[in-house]
């Protein structure tokens, strides 16, 4: 028998609202300077990913990963910090993805519970801009977990600090690490963007216009 639900865990980037888009022109403007092509494709491989592993995988694809000391890297990675600041500074609430308002709304209507597990640094000060951070019982960010997604770390602790069990949440995701990271936790997994990317998804929305809590939980109680 299904446990009964008890709670969403979102991601933050690209779910609730499109910062994927900020952290491709921030990186890509780093990888330019570095001689590096960077490409939106190549992009989607660093959805979910941290900040020092997608710089990494950067300077894979530019065959430059022995070039800089771990100091040189971290200020490349700062650089890059910076540069996505200032294109997240115009945030509002307007710039939430469509339908997320809605869907928010009606998870607390039902007395579920709210927590975001996000891969990101940056989640509290985004979350403020959009005007969500009091919407959410919980926030867990990149600051305050050891292991980044796929590994199911930052989903679990979001569990724990809401109080339910893994099995009782449903986590809704827009990156294949993130989804994998949300099956790992053993908690079932709405995936956001081409079917095809997310073969272990519970169930997979083309995009956040199309999510619908009652659709949803039918499918999660089978
Ligand atoms: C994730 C994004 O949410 O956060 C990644 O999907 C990003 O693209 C990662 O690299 C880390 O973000 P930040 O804000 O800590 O650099
Ligand atoms: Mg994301």
Redo the contacts with the bound molecule.
Sequence with gaps: MTTPLKAFIF????VITD??EY?FLAWKALAEDLGITFTREDNEE??????MD?LEKILELGGRTKDFSAEEKEAL?EK??EH?LTLIQDITPEDLLPAIKELISDIKSKGLKLGMA??????FTVMESLGMKSEFDIIVD?KTVVNGKPHPEVFLRAAEMLGVDPEACIGVED?AAGVQAIKSAGMFAVAVGPKESFENADIVYASTAELSLEKIVEVYNG
């Design positions: 991601d933050l980037d690209g910062t994927a952290h660093l959805k979910g990913v941290s900040r997608s990675a890059k910090n996505y996000s891969a990101s640094k940056n989640a990149a990156a």
